[in-house]
Structures are given as structure tokens and as C-alpha cells.
């Protein structure tokens, strides 16, 4: 069914809320503010009751495939599910309604909190101090590559290069890139982990960091990472870990043994905080002793008798946010920490692991899977090695959507051709996973014997297939219309 | 009972022990640990990692309640504090709808007909925001306001390639720090900040500064202390040197005032928590992003479109996808990624919820408070009105006492202070900056200017 705009429900004269009336002498607006500072045209907001209302919001969030609703498997975004006690525990009045300027003497408890979310994080990763402020994974990211350029100015030393892998996240060179590095890719071998050949020969002393997702995009932990990391540092450089798929390394490995400087973390992916339909996310950034100093300001520090805030910290890079952080994300990230303890943490690793290997045992007779070996937390297969019908990997997403499912990753890494990138997390039963391992076993079948019906998917959702060029060519970015009188 | 946190023992890890042998088994590996033989044996961890056990559902809440008691909060406390966070009042359906989780649990619409939800709630929050800006297009958030206004210093050095920058020093004092450690370490752009005279630029001064090196003009109005500044005379100083034009405005004073696409802005920007969103101790907020149509190749963060399926229905998509990094890599217009979706949401849910009427009201209700208070202040001897040009809902008082003092005062009797402008303003140690929302009744200002009257 359409659901209108929230501007064609409109109707004059109605409304939606109610506020009570001015209790102090209400004066003319010309009074208070001189006339060439008021706005002469109206709004252009649209009317609606109440009811108008929660229907209209009610109805679009039912467009949505969610986790809550249905498995969603999109590799590297660790869909897992969102404890609701979490959501609970964030909108207490003691954490949702309290104004970040306030003394600190006053916000001790949260101030504790985000004290304790550093100490786990560094106890997880073995980095020697947290920063929470970077807001999301990206954001992180960035945050580091400025921690590491200002490093190197301070030591007066000329880098000017990233390296990063093929296959890695498009935000990887974009973020160097945003902060005046140039980006040089080093390949892939055989097995997906980094070609050590090619990275010798691009590895000089104008590199300031190599920046490595681990396990990688393919899913595959870096069986040379020992190598790879004494090959970076023996020429000063520092080896950078995209924490994006840190939800395979829980309480198995620890970053920091091998080798790891710096890294972000991914506080919606591994520590089960919403997505929130594309954010609100939180990236902390986790170092070493080396680069410590340069975090963002203010750090969060343990005195005698209370918690504050440190900005006396002379080689921080500065602020990247206004106050602290997404505070709201991070008290979630810290509930899901506590619930599952150092024995459950393990647990998550243990079974998202389990879960992707026997997803990828179950598929991989009915699908190319480019790497094979034992994966991680999740894999990756090709839809398009070999042209069957013409189908694409982008036709096989949309039919499943018609099974119910929430389609993996697609076309990433950019290494495998037509790549379907499958994280089914340790949150799905044996159930839910057998169910859509036949979903695309089926799928696979119908690309030989019915065609059609991959390319006229998806069929069971709110609109048919959308038109993606149509909407870049004749940009339509909003709602151009007159609201009714 | 078995061992804690066993097989399907943790309410969300499902597998059995029975379960995780009949995958094993199909992959064919005795154990888990036969999966790990990529990982090097010794960087395996042979301990357990050393943090807590884990706390069942009652004693999280019981411990989380506890730290949560340690905060002072406003369903307690009266507030007067705001310097870019304002405690507004928010309907509870704006609060009942975007705790939808089909909302909450899903992810960037990269399938978008699987997430038509989503897609038609961005669309309807870049049209929201265009209308209320004037401005001709909005992306879907960024951050916040800080990051939103770096990164539209960012995209017009990119459109304009000059070197130079112009703040003023109204600006939030830390969206001037993010800013600056945006372009130190990034672009290596120069920055001068311009003095203010009367709580607004001092335009003498900028004339001065503007010239053709400078990229961009960045204002914020109203600014820090809540004055209005004068954005029409700055837009000619500005476009005189043909330099871009970027402001930061607090969406609800746009209810009553100019807004940017009104005074030729190029880009405009701002703080969205005011528009439902909760004060979350600083975070997760979003920035709003709009500019003009001219620039939209520069913009940074996604943008929702219209489009139709292959039946000729309406739907949207994420759009104009090649300047994003997943696409463009290290040639993307930003390396932003994740937004603030669910922000934006809420957003989009208070927007449709005060409609034309509401902002208003609410504008008008700021205005009229802060206004009341501002009197009533002013005549008691001792607090004296400073930087006196028109403001909005936030004013600065120079007092008699330390202003901490006076906020310890006041936190005895349940109120929280204004903001000491001191911490940021050395030349003004003596002074608070004060905000009155329409959250404020005549009666809880009224109290707060009795104990101010008592002081001195």
C-alpha cells in the first residue's frame, strides 16, 4: 500500500500537539526584536492530528525489514540483535536527562560509566587508553589518521602515505585521504590475506600507517599478520586495525599482541547497540602508549575521590565532536559488556564463528566460494563467476528479500566478482540458518530453470524494483509540492 | 544448573550444545577451536580476558540504576543551562514511534525496497528542512552541529579551492576547536577569527579580513550568546569577495526568524537536537546539512531521492551514491559513512508533530520567556545585561558573585545554572549565559530570579 507524505496528509487547521499558553506578559514580536530579523514567509510545515500522525510513522516503519523483524545478514555490519533492557537502562532519566555542561561533580555516574567503557575496551583490545568521542566507525577512523599525523609532525618526520589493502572499506582510503594522506593500495593474494611481496615493495619510510581490517572483509583472519606487522614497524610505521569485524576476536586474540598501535572500534556492530536505520553509531578509538597523547580531549580520568574530564593534555589533536561522544551508544555498548561478562563475550566469538562456518559449509555447493578455508565470523561468495541467465548478484538479493530475508552485503570487497558477503552473527538459531541456506540453494535453482523470477524481484515488498538511475538522473531530493489551504 | 553462560544459556545465543554438534559435524571439525588455524597458536589467548562476569538482567538494572542516581537530571532539576543543547520539550509520540524497532533495528537502506520505512521518513526530513531552512537541498545528517560546520568549510575550500577561512568568535567555542582540528589536520587551511563587539561580529573588522584568498565566511545566528547577528550585511561583505557564505542556525528560532535561504546562505547548518531529540549528555545528536543546488556534487553524507519502481509506484533510493566513499574511495566528497538516522527520525517525527503552528508557538515561547526573564534580571542591582544586541532564547548577565558560586546557590534549590562564560571568554569571568526554553514557567523563572535577588 502508498503511504502518502507526511505533506499530503496535511490539512489545515489541524494539529498534533498541544503546549500550554505564554504564562509571563506576552509582547509584540517588533518589541523584542527588530523587524528585519523576522521571518516574512511561512514555514511550509505540513498539519496533522495525532492519530494522522502515529499511523503515518506506524505504517512506514512497517516498510522496513529490520532485525527485529527478520534474520539480516549484511556482512561487516554485524546485524546481531539489540537487547531491550539496553534501550531501557539508556532512556533512565539519570542518563538521557542530563545536559553535558553540567559540574562534573553533578554527572558522576555517567562519568563512571564512560571511565568503565575505556577500561573493558582496553582490556579487550590490550590498547593502553581509549578515546569515546569519535562518533562513528568512519569517524574513527579519521580520528586515528589525525592522532598519527600529528605524531609524525611532532617527530618532524615527512609521511605522507597510507597503505591499504584491495580489499579493504571504502571508508579506509576516504578517511585518509580527508586527512591529507595519499592513499597507495597494496594487493591481495591467493589466499585474500595481504600480498607480503607487494607490500615490501610499496612499504618505505614515507609510510605512516598500514591500515588493516582483521579478520578481513573476506572473513579471513591474517595468517602472516606477525610478518605483516614486523615488516611495518621495522620501517617506523604504524600498523592501524579497522575494528569493524572485531566481533570474531573476542577473547581469542587481543590486537595488541599482534602488533596492533591503533584501532577503532565499532560499538554498533560488536557491541550490539542499534543501528538506528543508519546511525546513531559510536567508534572509539583505542592506542598505544606511543600515540596516547594525541587523543581527542577531553580523556575521562579517576582522581582520589571523584571521575573528570582531562583537557590538560598538551599534544591532543583537539576536539573531533562537540562534549563527549554518543553517550546514549555507549551506555548500551556498556550494558551488553556487562551482561555477557568475560565468559560470555567469548560465547559471542565462539558461536558467530560456528554460525558462518556452517552457513558456508551449507552454501558453498551451490555458490562459488572464492577462498576456501575456514572463515571467521563471516564469508564471502561470488554470485557472478559464472553467467547463468544473465542473473546478477544484485537479481539473487532481491529474490531473497521475497523469502523473507534481509539480503547480505553485496558487491563488496571489491576483490571477489558479484560478491555476496554473509555475516549471519551468533544472535540466529540453527534454524534461521538452515532456513535461508535453503532460501539460497533454492534461489540458486531458480537462476538456471526460472530466471524471471530473480530479475522481476523483489515481489513481496511494499514497491517492485526501484530505479536507481532514474532517481540520480532527474534528482527529486524533496517534496516540491504546495501544501493544500 | 549447568555452567554459567553455557549452550543457549545466554538469553541471546541461541545454539544448544546439542545445535553446535550437529554444525560442527556438517562442517566437519570436532570443535570450535579447529576453526581458529589461521590464527597464529601463540597469539591465541590462553586466559580468560580479565573483566567481569556477567550480570543478569535484574542485577544490570539494579547497578545501572545505581549510576544512573549519581546524575543530577532535569525530570529533577530545573534548568537555565543551553550553549548548544537545549532542553525543549518533546511529545511522547515522538519519543512512542521512533522506539518502533523496525526503525531502530535496521541499518543503512542499501536495499531500498526493503527499506521503503527508512528511505520515505529521510526524504520526508530533507523536505522538512529544506522548507523551514529555505535552503534547496538537505542531506540525511551528518554528526552534529560541530562536524556538520567542518565539514562545510571542507566542501567549499573543495568548491572554491581558497585558502582561507573566516570565524567568528560567536561561534560555539567547541565547534571552533572541532573545526580547527578538522582543517589543521586535514586541508592545512588558515583560520582567523574575528572579534565581536556587542555579542555580535564586529563587521568593521571583518571587512577587513575578507579578501579574495578567503574560502568561506562562517557564522553561527543566533551565535554562542544568543544574539542575532546581522546576517544580511555580512552576506554582502561575503559574496563581495566572491567567498561562500556558511551558517549555523538553531532550527526552532527559525520559526520566528529570517531563515538562511532567505539572506543567500550558501550553506547552512546546525545543531538538530532541538528538534526532539533528548539532551543524552551530549550525544548522539545530528547535524543538519543543506546548501544550494549549485553545490550538490560537493555535498558530503547521504542524500534520499524519489524515484518509481518498475510498475510506476513512487519510492525513494539513497542517491547520488558515486561521491561517497564506498564508491569513490579516497575521491569521495567525506569519508562520513553512518549518519545520525535515528536522530534525524525523531527529527523528522517533532517537525511533522509541531507543524506549522508549533515551531512558531514554541519560537515565540522561547522568545517571550528568555525576554520575561532578561527584565526581571536586569532589575536586581548587582546582575547587569551585557552584549546587548536582539537575541533569541539564551542572554548573558554580568553578576556580582562568581558565577560557580552562584550555580551552587542555585543547585541547592534544584536549579541548574546558566553556563559561565568565563570558561571560554576570559574577558567575560563574571558573566553567565542563560537560557530560557518554553519548558520554563513564569513560576520556575520566577523562583530562579527571587534566588538570584537574594544573593546580593
Known sequence: MREPLIFEINKKGRKGYSLPECDVEEKELKRLIPEEYLRKSGLGLPEASELDLVRHFTRLSQKNVSIDTNFYPLGSCTMKYNP?????????????????????????????????????????????????????????????????????????????????????????????????????????????????????????????????????????????????????????????????????????????????????????????????????????????????????????????????????????????????????????????????????????????????????????????????????????????????????????????????????????????????????????????????????????????????????????????????????????????????? | MGEKGGGALIPYIPNTKEDQKKMLKEIGVESIDDLFKDIPQNLQLKAELNLPSSLSEMELINWTKKLSQKNANLDEYVSFLGAGSYDHFIPAVVNHLSARSEFYTSYTPYQAEASQGNLQASYEYQSLISRLFRMDVCNASLYEGATALAEAVIMAHNINHRQKVLLTKTIHPEYRQVLATYIKKTLGLSIAEIDYENGITDLNKLRKEVDKNTSSVVIQSPNFFGCLEKVKQIEEITHKSGSLYIVSVDPISLGLLTPPGDYNADIAVGEGQVLGNQLNFGGPYLGIFTCKKEFIKKMPGRIVGETLDKEGKRGFVLTLQTREQHIRREKATSNICTNEALNALRATIYLATLGEKGIKEVANLCLQKSHYAWEKISQIPGFKPILGSPFFKEFSIKCPLPPHKINKLLWKNKIIGGFDLGKFYPELEDSLLICVTEKRTKEDIDRFISILGEMV
Open chain 1, 84 to 485: 531491550k533492557v539496553n534501550e531501557d537502562i539508556a532512556h533512565l532519566s539519570g542518563f538521557a536527562e542530563v545536559h553535558p555542561y553540567q559540574s562534573q561533580n553533578t554527572v558522576q555516574g555517567i562519568l563512571q560509566l564512560l571511565y568503565e567503557v575505556e577500561k573493558l575496551l582496553c582490556e579487550i583490545s590490550g590498547m593502553d587508553k581509549v578515546s569515546l568521542q569519535p562518533a562513528a566507525g568512519a569517524h574513527g577512523e579519521l580520528t586515528s589518521m589525525m592522532m598519527i599525523k600529528a605524531y609524525y609532525e611532532d617527530k618532524k618526520e615527512k609521511r605522507d602515505t597510507v597503505l591499504i589493502p584491495d580489499s579493504a572499506h571504502g571508508t579506509n582510503p576516504a578517511s585518509s585521504h580527508f586527512c591529507g594522506f595519499r592513499v597507495v593500495e597494496v594487493k591481495s593474494n591467493r589466499y585474500g590475506g595481504v600480498d607480503l611481496n607487494d607490500l615490501i615493495k610499496k612499504m618505505d619510510a614515507k609510510v605512516a600507517a598500514l591500515m588493516l581490517t582483521i579478520p578481513n572483509t573476506l572473513g579471513l583472519f591474517e595468517k602472516n599478520i606477525l610478518n605483516i606487522s614486523e615488516i611495518v614497524h621495522n620501517k617506523g610505521s604504524f600498523l592501524y586495525m579497522d575494528g569493524a569485524n572485531l566481533n570474531a576476536l573476542l577473547g581469542i586474540v587481543k590486537p595488541s599482541d599482534f602488533g596492533i598501535d591503533i584501532m577503532h572500534f565499532n560499538l554498533h556492530k560488536t557491541f550490539s547497540t542499534p543501528h538506528g536505520g543508519g546511525g546513531p553509531g559510536s567508534g572509539p578509538v583505542g592506542a598505544k602508549e606511543e600515540l596516547v597523547p594525541y587523543l581527542p580531549i577531553p580523556t575521562v580520568e579517576k582522581g582520589e575521590e571523584n571521575y573528570y574530564f582531562d583537557y590538560n593534555r598538551p599534544k591532543s589533536i583537539g576536539k573531533v565532536r562537540s562534549f563527549y561522544g554518543n553517550v546514549e551508544v555507549i551506555i548500551k555498548a556498556y550494558c551488553y559488556i556487562r551482561s555477557l561478562g568475560k565468559e560470555g563475550l567469548k560465547k559471542v566469538s565462539h558461536n558467530a564463528i560456528l554460525n558462518a562456518n556452517y552457513l558456508m559449509k551449507r552454501l558453498k555447493r551451490s555458490f562459488y566460494l572464492p577462498y576456501e578455508q575456514p572463515c571467521m565470523h563471516e564469508f564471502v561468495l561470488s554470485g557472478e563467476n559464472e553467467k547463468i541467465n544473465n542473473i546478477r548478484t544484485l537479481d539473487i538479493a532481491k529474490r531473497l528479500l521475497d523469502f523473507g530475508f534481509h539480503p547480505p552485503t553485496i558487491y563488496f570487497p571489491l576483490i571477489v566478482k558479484g560478491a555476496l558477503m554473509i555475516e549471519p552473527t551468533e544472535t540466529e538459531s540453527k534454524e534461521t540458518l538452515d532456513a535461508f541456506a535453503s532460501a539460497l540453494i533454492y534461489i540458486a535453482k531458480e537462476m538456471r530453470e526460472k530466471p524471471h523470477l530473480l530479475k522481476n524481484a523483489p515481489q513481496e515488498t511494499s514497491v517492485f524494483r526501484l530505479d536507481e538511475v532514474k532517481a540520480a538522473k532527474e534528482l527529486k531530493l524533496k517534496w516540491q509540492g504546495t501544501l493544500d489551504e
